[in-house]
């Protein structure tokens, strides 16, 4: 981009949230400097970019620095609001469900299935049957949200397509992973059309992870924390 408008994002390859960044980047088809992070060996910038929790995504626009996922999603739609598609909805309703329904991923989806990866026994049966009732969940607020359309905005990505695709590439690894599988044809068949039509997308081509790369290395994680507890 211009001098006068440099977009930098701190990330990890692996990590949802940063896909979920790099996703509405490419949407409104903005051009950045990607700078992957080693978060076992924190660098200074993303230590003085995000002193509070010193995570990734780290968004720096003109050396302003923007962190946590969804808010810097509503930061990009706002500064680049004539920019490529909006991604949050013009009625302040509609507005209002999308906000809900992405905090409802992040609240009520994404815990279960860390507990689902990480638990055996019946904590794991739990975490599995916890994240099975939300995606079914998931499932009315596309057929809802939708309106019979391809994506949750409609005829387009919106906000929560691009909350939701962010975690993708670990749900669909989550069959090899847990033992599950979180879409099917029987249970979730809008959901299941949408991650075809999702994916399929150049921008998600671009910003998920390969889902068996992403696989093996969620597989070491586990072990790595295995070892950790019986230390």
């Not at 949050?88 to 469900?97: K, M, V």
Request: charge should be negative; hydrophobic fraction near 45%.
């Amino acid at each position: 981009m211009a001098g006068e408008d440099e977009l930098k994002l701190l990330g990890t390859w692996a990590s949802p949230w940063v896909s979920r960044v790099k996703l509405a980047l490419h949407l409104k088809g903005l051009s950045y400097e990607y700078v992957e992070q080693d978060l076992d060996n924190k660098s200074d910038l993303l230590l003085t970019s995000n002193p509070v929790h010193k995570k990734v995504p780290v968004l720096i626009h003109n050396g302003k620095p923007i962190c946590e996922s969804v808010v810097i999603l509503e930061y990009i739609d706002e500064a680049y609001g004539t920019t490529g598609p909006s991604l949050l909805p013009t009625d302040p309703y509609e507005c209002a469900i999308a906000r809900f329904w992405v905090d409802y991923i992040d609240q009520k989806l994404v815990i279960p299935w860390k507990v689902a990866f990480t638990a055996d026994g019946e904590e794991k049966t739990e975490g599995i049957k916890h994240m099975l009732a939300v995606v079914q969940t998931l499932e009315g607020a596309l057929k809802e949200c939708s309106k019979g359309k391809p994506f949750f905005g409609g005829d387009s990505v919106g906000y929560v397509d691009i909350a939701l695709g962010g975690l993708l590439a670990f749900l669909q690894g989550t069959e090899e992973l847990c033992g599950t599988k979180p879409f099917d044809i029987a249970n979730t068949p809008l959901l299941l059309a949408w991650v075809e039509r999702f994916i399929a997308l150049d921008a998600a081509k671009v910003a998920l992870p390969d889902v068996t790369k992403l696989v093996e290395f969620a597989k070491t994680k586990r072990a790595q924390m295995a070892l950790s507890i019986k230390k």
